[in-house]
Nanobody
Framework: VQLQASGGGLVQAGGSLRLSCAAS????????MGWYRQAPGKQRDLVARITSSGGTNYADSVKGRFTISRDNAKNTLYLQMNSLKSDDTAVYYCHAKKTFIGADYWGQGTLVTVSS
């Protein structure tokens, strides 16, 4: 499985961006897909995750501002980011798992920079 993330860029605080992650195979059977982010000098942390049944969970820091979704017909994962803050500046990676005990698949990352 190959994952191609896009949509990052420079935005002012309070603005919005939508990230996309296109998969090279069907995603409707993936048990989970998600977005992680890694700021300079920090570890990679979960931002949001969505399961095959549509269940979602979010990091506390993004609840109410970010929305994760998946379009199985387009084999694409999205992250709508609103009310962006400077603390959201990071490289964002998409992630997927076909099965709970299977391999982890990662996209190449897309940089989001929020200017204050």
């Amino acid at each position: 499985v190959q994952l191609q993330a896009s949509g990052g860029g420079l935005v002012q605080a309070g603005g919005s961006l939508r990230l996309s992650c296109a998969a090279s195979s069907r995603i409707d059977s993936f048990v989970a897909m998600g977005w992680y982010r890694q700021a300079p000098g920090k570890q990679r942390d979960l931002v949001a995750r969505i399961t095959s049944s549509g269940g979602t969970n979010y990091a506390d820091s993004v609840k109410g501002r970010f929305t994760i979704s998946r379009d199985n017909a387009k084999n694409t994962l999205y992250l709508q980011m609103n009310s962006l803050k400077s603390d959201d500046t990071a490289v964002y990676y998409c992630h997927a798992k076909k099965t709970f005990i299977g391999a982890d698949y990662w996209g190449q990352g897309t940089l989001v920079t929020v200017s204050s």
